[in-house]
């Protein structure tokens, strides 16, 4: 059990965790602890962590943010995010699931516009990989990588700030325990963060108008208006949310009234723009850039994720509603 001291660590050494590695989550064990501020416990504190199955090289300090306690229901969490991640890489590559060609109900959904990738019980992240050797028991979890299987994944590595990764998990939970969605339009769509991001970007030496920079910041910032827009019906949405998509989907094709000339990128918020900062590094496998302009767009979406973190409240605290039962039955929940 964790020190009863409220400013103490939330976890003890030797203690089993999952633990945060990039968007999925995996077993590990607690070697160590450290304040963050040695003058103020109260900032929280840092934990030495170690994946099971890992080589010792891949220890790591990680904020108590990335840590989750090992029990049945992050279990199922863990499994469920990997469940997602593996169909969004599906969509991503324009692979059909295995149900879809047995014939069987997908559980997560079809690739198909309007449809979604993403399961009503999925998100993002994973149980830890198993030993390498073969005496050990192959899986504890449900969907575990082996080491030299990660480590092959395409390395177009995107690392969200903690805060971030916490969002998305609290954003899963909303939505496929609690059968809440985001209230739309959204107050802060995802147009405003992009120009207000630009906008600051634009300010800084290095991004005067006509330089290199400010025309890779333009770039970057039209592409992730274009693949959300493309993205969001097919590979971003939970099942609950269908719904609620259809029904902006053909608000937006009137060409008509309140809403006529917006896109979804001026409709959604940044809770679902983070969802398509996870699934972007598999979507990038899959374009013709080279590994310059990959690099280069990488970079950019590390500031834009780092600049989202530090604008938490502006963009990602607003309330999610429940809705009611004619949704519901529309949605299949009743």
């Not at 979604?116 to 994973?126: F, H, K, L, T, V």
């Not at 590595?157 to 916490?166: A, G």
């Not at 208006?225 to 949310?241: M, P, Q, S």
């Not at 990128?265 to 590994?291: A, K």
Request: with cysteine.
């Amino acid at each position: 059990m964790a020190p009863s001291n409220p400013n103490g660590p939330q976890y003890n050494k030797d203690e089993k965790v999952l633990c945060f590695h990039l968007e999925l989550l995996y077993e590990a064990k607690v070697l160590d602890y450290k304040p963050k501020d040695p003058n103020d416990k109260r900032d929280g504190f840092l934990y030495r962590v170690h994946y099971k199955g890992w080589k010792n090289t891949w220890d790591d300090w990680v904020p108590g943010e990335r840590i989750r306690k090992l029990n049945d229901e992050n279990r199922e969490l863990a499994s469920n995010l990997k469940k997602d991640h593996d169909a969004q890489r599906r969509a991503a590559s324009g692979k059909p699931s295995i149900a879809s060609t047995t014939g069987k109900r997908r559980g997560l959904g079809s690739d198909a516009p309007g449809s979604s990738a993403r399961g009503s019980e999925d998100r993002s992240s994973a149980a830890p990989p198993p030993p390498p050797r073969g005496t050990k028991r192959a899986r504890e979890i449900e969907g575990i990588d082996k080491e030299e299987n990660f480590i092959s994944r395409p390395a177009v590595k995107i690392e969200l700030p903690s805060t971030l990764k916490s969002i998305l998990v609290d954003d899963w939970e909303k939505v496929t325990k609690d059968n809440k969605i985001v209230s739309l339009p959204h107050p802060a769509p995802i147009t405003k963060f992009l120009n207000l991001y630009e906008a600051e970007e634009l300010r800084k030496e290095d991004r005067h108008p006509g330089s290199a920079g400010a025309d890779i910041l333009e770039e970057v910032i039209a592409g992730v208006r274009e693949y959300f827009n493309k993205a969001v019906g097919r590979i971003l949405l939970y099942r609950f949310e269908r719904q609620q998509f259809q029904e902006w989907h053909k608000e937006l094709q009137k060409g008509s009234g309140e809403y006529a000339g917006m896109t979804f990128c001026d409709i959604y918020g940044c809770e679902h723009l983070l969802r398509l900062f996870v699934s972007m590094p598999d979507l990038i496998v899959h374009t013709n850039m080279d590994s310059q302009a990959i690099r280069a767009l990488r970079t950019e979406l590390v500031k834009m994720t780092t600049y989202l973190a530090k604008n938490v409240d502006a963009y990602l605290s607003h309330d999610y509603e429940h809705v009611g039962l004619d949704y519901q039955a529309n949605s299949g929940l009743v």
